[in-house]
């Protein structure tokens, strides 16, 4: 490193290093007000973070490793992205390093290898697919974020052939006889009214697991949904996507429900059971668990429909029930905080022939003449 006199008084100070794309030395530089053993020191440091930046982004990709890039990946999804996604793509990342080598090469990856990797697994083709993903996810960070110079072979890599069994849409949602055999059987009352408010309302477990008091608004009968609860980190985040964050109007059942827990709730608080104000709590006052009510709802659906059936399906049972009563497709879409809902319009289209074949049925024996 050495010194130079700016004409403005300052001090310049520069240091050479080696482009390691060229070949070529450049220069790094830094210019402070003073010329002591301080500032030169300071200046030092400066310097030295400035090259390891540049050699960062400039690494060759000869020698950058799968691990490598991702490690560089997790380093800004952290600061990047919510705690859940963090979790879910650091273990799908894990995956990758064992399917394709931790210690692979970035300039040694190609289509064919990823495929030979991939089908060695001897994993379903869904499971690849989702697999695959990932990867391409990955690796165009790397390329935007100037890691590896080419991914053309990305174009070569095409899904795999997935022929999965195809739920039918019907197999996605409750019919309201269902529903009402299902709370019948439920004998646990804090799950029982969660059921209830879910179908009721359209919310997704971990909104309704964040709801305070305050959320409920009487006065203009409406749930402000601004929050959702993370079961697996326990911790309360914003909500799924920016169309969550929505109010949701209650009607009559649902306003009488509401009536009703937020009593329970301030009961809980005056005697002491619980001190927050939270509208669903577990038996031990705090917030519910999506994975005890995830395997309460499933043992019972099992038991009384002989059907699986999800927390998530809860949602499209309302989306359902909402059509069936008259309200268009994008009124539900809006309550339910959907941008765009694939399975909201197959369900609007199931419906819709459905209620076709009741009208056709009445007309099919009228005699005219």
Request: charged letters at 30%; one cysteine or more.
């Amino acid at each position: 490193m050495w010194v130079e006199q700016t004409k403005q008084g300052k001090y310049k100070y520069i240091e050479r290093y080696k482009c390691p794309l060229t070949g070529k030395y450049k220069r790094a530089s830094v210019v402070l007000e003073k010329n002591t053993r301080q500032a030169q020191k300071q200046a030092q440091e400066a310097l030295t973070l400035k090259i390891q930046r540049f050699y960062e982004h400039t690494e060759e990709p000869v020698t950058l490793t799968l691990s490598d890039l991702i490690e560089k990946y997790r380093k800004e999804q952290k600061k990047t992205v919510k705690q859940s996604t963090y979790k879910r793509n650091y273990h799908a990342c894990e995956t990758l390093k064992r399917i394709l080598g931790a210690d692979t090469l970035l300039s040694g990856l190609n289509a064919g290898y990823v495929r030979s990797a991939f089908l060695a697994t001897g994993k379903d083709h869904s499971t690849l697919n989702e697999h695959l993903v990932r990867l391409k996810a990955l690796i165009r960070w790397g390329y935007r974020n100037d890691y590896i110079p080419d991914i053309t072979f990305l174009d070569k890599l095409e899904r795999f052939s997935d022929k999965p069994h195809r739920e039918k849409i019907e197999d996605k949602f409750l019919e309201a006889d269902q529903v009402s055999e299902l709370l019948e059987a439920m004998e646990e009352k804090h799950w029982k009214i969660l059921t209830k408010f879910l179908v009721l309302s359209g919310l997704r477990f971990g909104e309704a697991a964040a709801l305070e008091r305050s959320d409920l608004d009487f006065m203009q009968r409406v749930i402000h949904v601004r929050e959702n609860y993370d079961s697996n980190n326990k911790v309360v985040t914003t909500p799924k996507t920016r169309t969550s964050i929505r109010d949701v109007y209650m009607q009559d059942e649902l306003y009488r429900l509401c009536r009703q827990l937020v009593a329970e709730s301030i009961s809980r608080t005056i005697i002491s059971i619980s001190s927050n104000n939270l509208i669903f709590v577990g038996a031990d006052g705090d917030r519910i668990n999506f994975f005890a009510y995830n395997k309460y709802l499933k043992g019972i659906a099992e038991n009384i429909l002989h059907r699986n059936v999800t927390p998530h399906m809860l949602r499209h049972t309302h989306a359902s029930l909402m059509l069936e009563s008259g309200v268009d497709v994008d009124s539900i879409a809006r309550r339910l905080g959907h941008s765009d809902s694939k399975v909201t319009k197959e369900i609007y289209l199931h419906i819709t022939k459905k209620l076709q074949d009741k009208e056709n049925e009445k007309i099919k024996g009228i005699k005219i003449l």
